[in-house]
């Protein structure tokens, strides 16, 4: 990843925290015959009352369209839906990141609606998109 020093150490300090405080998982994705990092998915932002939790992903764009975030993401839902006690999943995207949105509708996500200026990116506030997966719509083998 193209990342400097000290935003790859605010990173690991953040993962770091997640564990630390019991508030979700983050997984590193590395390069196979490397072990050099290239991305990471995981989530955070337990909301323990109502059962759900935030998925964060990002790849090295070199590594885009090749199926590796929807692989590593399907994982980590695997895992979230059956160890942790979720009932759903939610997932961001900028509208216009039209990748990014077809990964988690193949991973079986839900588009539910754009939140208006809802983040902070890019030194402006703007809309993001709201994606969601339910637990029994995961774990229930559709016919």
């Keep these: 990843m193209n990342i400097s020093f000290l935003t790859f150490r605010a990173m690991l300090k953040y993962w770091r925290d997640v564990f630390y405080y019991n508030d979700g998982v983050y997984f590193a994705l590395a390069e196979k015959n490397t072990d050099k990092m290239i991305g990471s998915v995981g989530v955070s932002g337990i909301n323990r009352n109502h059962g759900r939790i935030e998925l964060s992903y990002d790849l090295a764009p070199q590594y885009w369209n090749r199926g590796i975030m929807t692989k590593a993401t399907l994982a980590v839902v695997k895992y979230v839906f059956e160890t942790m006690?979720?009932?759903?999943?939610?997932?961001?995207?900028?509208?216009?990141?039209?990748a990014s949105a077809r990964m988690l509708e193949k991973c079986g996500f839900e588009f539910e609606g754009?939140?208006?200026?809802?983040?902070?990116?890019?030194?402006?506030?703007?809309?993001?998109?709201?994606?969601?997966?339910?637990?029994?719509?995961?774990l229930t083998p559709t016919a």
């Design 114 to 138: 754009n939140l208006r200026q809802h983040r902070f990116f890019n030194g402006k506030y703007v809309d993001i998109g709201i994606y969601s997966l339910l637990r029994i719509e995961f």
């Design 85 to 98: 006690h979720i009932n759903r999943i939610e997932a961001f995207a900028l509208p216009e990141n039209k």
